[in-house]
């Protein structure tokens, strides 16, 4: 399997910034790299109703779409649970 580019919107970018804990930023940011290599890995879910997934991590989630065709997993949306959906 090709490697996927991981595009992460500057949004995003602040985001994960904003989150207070370091240990938590960097497991995020683990985890979003490893999209490159299997962007629907176990425990990712498609979002009802549009073409973005979600991804776990701790009490945040990870929302990105992929670009199969451009091998290409854009992060658009990083943030706590009860409010990232929002």
Wanted: net charge positive; hydrophobic share 35%; glycine share 4%.
């Amino acid at each position: 399997m090709a490697n996927y580019r991981i595009l992460i919107k500057p949004s995003a970018v602040k985001e994960i910034e904003a989150i207070p804990l370091k240990k938590d930023r960097q497991k995020i940011i683990e985890r979003i790299s490893k999209l490159a290599q299997n962007p629907r890995p176990h425990g990712c879910e498609k979002l009802t109703g549009q073409d973005k997934y979600r991804l776990r991590q701790g009490r945040y989630r990870i929302l990105y779409a992929i670009r199969d065709r451009d091998l290409i997993v854009c992060v658009v949306k990083v943030g706590h649970r009860k409010e990232v959906y929002s």
